[in-house]
């Protein structure tokens, strides 16, 4: 069947009041072939995200219809490898709630996200100058450094992009320390090898369900832009991610305004700045 996810924006909402009406929900929706599997619950700003396998929308809206009366304002179709990719296959409390992947105890997962791009700068011409199987050693190296940063700090590689990789993280704070440590690693590359290869990267965080029909879809667009954006070497992170690690000892230059394809506002951007701080985090 296929998978949908929905948003209720429900101010004042507490764990308990969503709790029973998940439950309300599991209690009903065999009556109309649905399955609801979890739910993410951002108590902060009142909104509830709920995944279901359900024959159409229309059946997963008359559960809840019939459960609670809390109709979705939003529901999505979303491919079940890419909500994985993004959402993961976090655990859930004995409320049907999900927790925060690979955290401690009982927490919440609110299913906020901060996803990240990676881009080699100039991948094309690399290609040309040096040759197709210099240019796919080099993409090794990429992926590589990539992938031992996502490992280190918890990140989840959403896909390939032929010259890049996309990354969701459940914390903002280690998307950012992430960028530190896979800029970190690529310098030291250079100085080990003489081989110039400089990446730029590009982190936004946001919600399941936005204004697009896609799962993160404003997300995903706004941390590419800012991914084009960055200089060689450069790691730009939106307003969000940088307000998410105040307080986390990192260091954002502040670059103001900037207006970027796709967006009908201009998108106050962040600079990462080095530090010696790149390290795993304690597990």
Not at 216 to 239: D, I, K, M, W, Y
């Amino acid at each position: 069947m296929p998978m949908y996810m929905d948003i209720h924006e429900i101010r004042g909402a507490t764990a308990k009041d969503v709790a029973k009406a998940h439950s309300a929900d599991v209690e009903t929706q065999r009556k109309y072939g649905v399955e609801y599997h979890k739910y993410w619950f951002n108590e902060s700003c009142g909104k509830i995200f709920c995944l279901c396998s359900a024959p159409n929308p229309e059946a997963a809206a008359s559960v809840h219809r019939e459960a609670h009366g809390l109709v979705a304002e939003k529901i999505i179709e979303v491919a079940p490898e890419i909500a994985e990719g993004f959402l993961g296959g976090c655990e859930v409390n004995s409320a049907g709630a999900a927790l925060v992947p690979g955290g401690a105890g009982n927490e919440r997962d609110p299913g906020i996200r901060t996803v990240l791009f990676t881009d080699i700068v100039g991948s094309t011409q690399l290609t040309q100058r040096l040759g197709d199987d210099a240019a796919m050693a080099i993409l090794h190296v990429h992926d590589a450094i990539v992938r031992d940063a996502l490992g280190a700090w918890g990140g989840r590689e959403v896909k390939h992009t032929g010259d890049g990789i996309m990354a969701c993280f459940a914390s903002a704070v280690a998307a950012a320390r992430c960028a530190t440590r896979i800029q970190g690693a690529f310098a030291q590359h250079e100085q080990a090898n003489r081989d110039q290869v400089r990446v730029r990267i590009g982190a936004a965080a946001g919600e399941p369900v936005e204004n697009h029909l896609d799962l993160f879809g404003s997300t995903v667009q706004l941390a590419a832009r800012l991914c084009s954006h960055a200089q060689p070497e450069q790691s730009l992170v939106s307003n969000v991610v940088a307000e998410l690690c105040i307080g986390k000892g990192l260091t954002f230059q502040d670059l103001g305004e900037v207006s970027l394809k796709g967006f009908d506002r201009p998108v106050r951007v962040h600079a990462v700045q080095p530090s010696g701080d790149a390290a795993p985090a304690p597990r």
